[in-house]
């Protein structure tokens, strides 16, 4: 025990080794440590002061750190003068910066134009949707087709670089977007996909771009929604999108969509939710869907329906090879064109206007084919031959015939509405307006005009057109000309089936009327006051004024319209001071754009 502790004394002078013996220990030298100084980089130009501590200096050369502790410039020296630093300098002094890469230099005269054909490519393939592949062939084309133009060759926007083109553009085109919504009014629009898994919702913004002076309709983003399509999955689906971004709904204005109700539901449809989070939301329908549904009802009230036979046509000669040449010889030997039958699409019962005249032109070719048809078939069982029994009865009764030519007369009404509304410049002022005159071109085909006398705009709401001594004697039914000269040459029609045709054309227009009145908004307030923007109404009610201040009443109640937008709308902050002026009280609009942006 004394020994262990004899080997484990230490003293301030030294160490007992044993055996009563002391080893004396030397003082340690004391080390010198080397750190950074600023000289070290004039002398060497590619020593910078280092991250890692004041012991180590960073080589720009090497991309490293080198410890000076013990040698300093020596150290340096060594490093200096090895095959790696050797190696490094040599290649960096071939090596351009990242930015030579991106940026074209400044003293080219053509790298300005070389860029903007490149973005003009990019937006070209962008607008008419062509794939980005293309671009490596234009660029090589766009060589060989001007290889004097210095622009020509040095344009150089292969697929990769489009594609990095198009995102960079479309984030700058969507930040704008978003600042444009977050300080100003906006409107919304989405309808679902056709797809049988993930729906895609397309949301549609229309927005007030007051630098350029126009309402601009936009795409804020595609996005998926994986749930069941009901109107509160839908709502959450544009709310984050909209809350994503920061964009504040008290500046969305409306919402336009089709008139399904998983849309326009007021408890659980998508307007319904929308409604809870801003109540002064306005709601703007498909007017277009509703007058071509105002059409398929009234057509359901005619015995002959046709638009069935159209499909019928269609699928029985389609893809069936020997079909179409023995239809294309009857045509031949009728001297009609050989043409192809259209198909009706019954999503939109208004392209049966387009396929009628086709079938008209082609009837007495198909009538024939049909009944070398029925002729030559054997088999009674299949389903084709049910279509075909169809077919060649409908083809044989003159009465399908004279339904098809009033449906191809009266199916123009329609349409010139529909082609009024679907223009490409904003149409909210002529909403009502164009309605009413669809009401009144169908109430004068079957009404007498002691029915109408003084009757216009919301008088014709009054009419009462379901009351038999109002309405026209058989003979003075607007049918069209082809169908009362169809009637005058008598084509083997029954006096009993002409009289069922008249009153299926009254049943037509009466069903007609009715679901117009019921379903589409002539009383709507917002349509109602959006007239104030109309050119030819503005212009009427200044004249007005001008001319007899007296009786400039409808001057008064136009500056009331442009009071309403203002009072509705002034949550959503509009620049309302650059739109009206009641100083002298006449409104000064510089543009329909504010309302505009409804619809």
């Known amino acids: 025990m004394a020994s262990k502790r004899a080997h484990e004394t230490d003293d301030e002078d030294g160490i007992d080794i044993g055996n009563g013996k002391t080893k004396r220990l030397k003082p340690a030298k004391k080390q010198t440590v080397q750190c950074f100084r600023q000289e070290y980089t004039t002398s060497y130009p590619v020593i910078r002061k280092s991250s890692v501590g004041a012991n180590h200096v960073f080589c720009t050369a090497c991309r490293c750190d080198i410890s000076i502790a013990h040698g300093g410039i020596d150290d340096i020296r060594r490093h200096v003068g090895a095959n790696k630093h050797i190696r490094n300098t040599d290649v960096a002094k071939g090596a351009q910066p990242i930015g030579a890469f991106f940026a074209p230099k400044k003293e080219d005269p053509a790298a300005e134009e070389v860029t903007r054909s490149e973005t003009l490519l990019v937006e070209l393939l962008v607008e008419f949707n062509l794939p980005l592949s293309a671009a490596d062939r234009f660029t090589e084309t766009c060589k060989k087709m001007f290889p004097d133009s210095?622009?020509?060759?040095?344009?150089?926007?292969?697929?990769?670089?489009?594609?990095?083109?198009?995102?960079?553009?479309?984030?700058?085109?969507?930040?704008?977007?978003?600042?444009?919504?977050?300080?100003g009014p906006f409107t919304i629009s989405t309808d679902g996909s056709n797809d049988a898994n993930d729906k895609m919702f397309p949301i549609v913004v229309r927005t007030l771009d007051l630098d350029a002076g126009i309402v601009q309709s936009e795409m804020l983003s595609l996005p998926f929604l994986s749930d069941r399509a009901t109107?509160?999955?839908?709502?959450?689906?544009?709310?984050?999108?909209?809350?994503?971004?920061?964009?504040?709904?008290?500046?969305?204005?409306?919402?336009?969509?089709?008139?399904?109700?998983?849309?326009?539901?007021?408890?659980?449809?998508?307007?319904?939710?929308?409604?809870?989070?801003?109540?002064?939301?306005y709601l703007s329908g498909c007017v277009c869907h509703l007058i071509h549904i105002s059409a398929q009802k009234a057509s359901a009230q005619l015995a002959v329906k046709i638009d069935e036979l159209l499909v019928d046509v269609f699928y029985y000669i389609d893809n069936c090879s020997t079909r179409l040449r023995n239809l294309k010889a009857?045509?031949?030997?009728?001297?009609?064109?050989?043409?192809?039958?259209?198909?009706?699409?019954?999503?939109?019962?208004?392209?049966?206007?387009?396929?009628?005249?086709?079938?008209?032109?082609?009837?007495?070719?198909?009538?024939?084919?049909?009944?070398?048809?029925?002729?030559?078939?054997?088999?009674?069982?299949?389903?084709?031959?049910?279509?075909?029994?169809?077919?060649?009865?409908?083809?044989?009764?003159?009465?399908?015939?004279?339904?098809?030519?009033?449906?191809?007369?009266?199916?123009?009404?329609?349409?010139?509405?529909?082609?009024?509304?679907?223009?490409?410049?904003?149409?909210?002022?002529?909403?009502?307006?164009?309605?009413?005159?669809?009401?009144?071109s169908l109430f004068e085909r079957f009404l007498k005009p002691v029915a109408l006398a003084n009757k216009s705009g919301e008088l014709l709401k009054e009419v009462q057109f379901k009351v038999d001594y109002h309405q026209k004697n058989n003979e003075d039914l607007a049918i069209g000309e082809e169908a009362h000269a169809f009637i005058a040459n008598g084509n083997n029609l029954r006096a009993e089936r002409v009289c069922d045709f008249y009153k299926d054309v009254k049943k037509f227009f009466t069903a007609a009327c009715s679901y117009i009145l019921e379903r589409l908004p002539l009383s709507d307030i917002v349509l109602k006051h959006a007239e104030v923007v109309d050119p030819e109404v503005v212009q009427k009610a200044m004249q007005l004024q001008i001319k007899a201040p007296e009786k400039a009443a409808a001057a008064d109640a136009h500056v009331e319209s442009v009071k309403f937008f203002m009072e509705r709308f002034s949550h959503s902050h509009p620049p309302w001071g650059k739109c009206c002026s009641h100083q002298t009280g006449v409104w000064e609009l510089s543009g329909p754009h504010l309302i505009t942006v409804l619809v």
């Open 150 to 183: 210095k622009v020509a060759t040095k344009f150089a926007c292969g697929r990769s670089k489009a594609t990095a083109m198009v995102r960079k553009l479309a984030d700058s085109c969507r930040s704008e977007l978003i600042e444009r919504m977050k300080k």
């Open 231 to 281: 109107g509160e999955n839908i709502f959450q689906l544009i709310r984050r999108e909209l809350e994503g971004a920061g964009i504040p709904w008290t500046n969305c204005i409306a919402l336009g969509c089709d008139n399904a109700n998983v849309m326009v539901g007021k408890d659980k449809g998508v307007y319904g939710f929308l409604k809870r989070m801003h109540p002064e939301m």
């Open 330 to 440: 009857i045509q031949v030997y009728h001297e009609v064109q050989a043409q192809k039958i259209l198909k009706h699409v019954s999503t939109r019962w208004l392209s049966l206007r387009t396929c009628l005249p086709r079938l008209l032109e082609n009837w007495d070719a198909l009538r024939e084919f049909f009944k070398q048809e029925k002729a030559a078939r054997t088999d009674r069982s299949s389903h084709q031959n049910d279509r075909l029994e169809r077919l060649s009865a409908l083809f044989r009764s003159p009465t399908s015939k004279l339904y098809c030519l009033f449906l191809m007369d009266v199916l123009d009404v329609f349409d010139q509405a529909n082609v009024t509304l679907q223009c490409e410049t904003p149409m909210v002022h002529m909403v009502r307006r164009t309605l009413f005159k669809l009401l009144r």
